[in-house]
């Protein structure tokens, strides 16, 4: 019988699942860098966001898409993991550690526009640890961290208001 129950499965950007167990331990999949192993497949962000929560684990399918690596088709890769394997090769992590970590939930790059030719992406994220500021906006223009653009993050109530604080960004030409 399995020492280890899974009850939930999020995704969070940057390459990690977090596993909240039945007895609600909170744990980061996979714990460790994965290129090197018989998981290196699950180092691609939407492989690895492609599992299904099966017989008490989680399971991996093949899908009919091709992205190659090395020779081989990252998608056409197979993996099982029983609650107890999950377990083993995660990591305890704590709410504080979560409350930050990003989800995007969709980003389309708008360019070119006026203000670049390449890179104009907007963006929607959540924060899915956190019941402060959880859902934000972003705008990146150029590329790379900290250039030109910016964000705005929303409480549940300053969204209810937000009607208000988008007309106030589009007057100011934000």
């Not at 993991?81 to 504080?96: G, K, N, R, W, Y």
């Not at 906006?137 to 150029?142: D, K, L, R, V």
């Not at 549940?156 to 009607?163: A, D, G, M, P």
């Amino acid at each position: 019988m399995s020492q280890h129950q899974l009850h939930k499965v999020v995704p969070l950007d940057h390459f990690n699942l977090i596993l909240e167990f039945e007895n609600g331990q909170l744990r980061k999949f996979p714990k460790e860098r994965v290129g090197g192993t018989d998981m290196w497949f699950l180092a691609f962000p939407m492989k690895l966001r492609s599992y299904l929560q099966k017989d008490g684990g989680l399971v991996w399918e093949s899908i009919d898409k091709t992205q190659m690596w090395g020779g081989q088709n990252v998608w056409e890769q197979k993996l099982s993991l029983s609650a107890d394997q999950l377990f083993d090769v995660s990591e305890a992590v704590s709410l504080p550690q979560l409350e930050s970590c990003l989800l995007t939930v969709g980003m389309e790059n708008q360019a070119p526009t006026s203000e670049d030719e390449k890179h104009h992406v907007y963006c929607v994220s959540i924060r899915p640890f956190s019941c402060h500021k959880w859902l934000i906006f972003s705008e990146s223009i150029g590329g790379g961290h900290g250039e030109r653009g910016g964000s705005v993050s929303l409480s549940t109530l300053e969204l209810s208001s937000f009607k208000t604080l988008a007309g106030a960004l589009c007057v100011s030409g934000v």
